[in-house]
Nanobody
Framework: QVHLVESGGGLVQPGGSLRLACAAS????????MNWYRQAPGREREFIAR????????MYADSVKGRFTISRDNAEKTVYLQMNSLKPEDTAVYYC?????????WGQGTQVTVSS
């Protein structure tokens, strides 16, 4: 059974940093493209970042480009999202998503709140 468990969320002041992690199990991690999305209250889920299976290619939404960095450790079956220079508008529930030829799975999300 596929499991994706996000961690690392919390309350941070504007300008601060957080590192999210998503631990995967139940599938061959190295075969999956990994994505991070977020959903703020009253808004649709929004794509944030993507990393290729081997980690050699990444893609970011314009809203986070230059501030967020996605990475992965295939040996540890974990994908990370380093978030710097956080803004109040980054407040949302952050989800990881695994996509492969056989799965399209989501974690339960982790709350990130940016507030002074």
């Amino acid at each position: 059974q596929v499991h994706l468990v996000e961690s690392g969320g919390g309350l941070v002041q504007p300008g601060g940093s957080l590192r999210l992690a998503c631990a995967a199990s139940g599938f061959t991690f190295s075969t999956a493209i990994m994505n991070w999305y977020r959903q703020a209250p009253g808004r649709e889920r929004e794509f944030i970042a993507r990393i290729a299976r081997t980690g050699d290619s990444t893609m970011y939404a314009d809203s986070v480009k230059g501030r967020f960095t996605i990475s992965r450790d295939n040996a540890e079956k974990t994908v990370y999202l380093q978030m710097n220079s956080l803004k109040p508008e980054d407040t949302a529930v952050y989800y990881c998503n695994a996509v492969s030829p056989v799965i399209n799975s989501w974690g339960q999300g982790t709350q990130v709140t940016v507030s002074s």
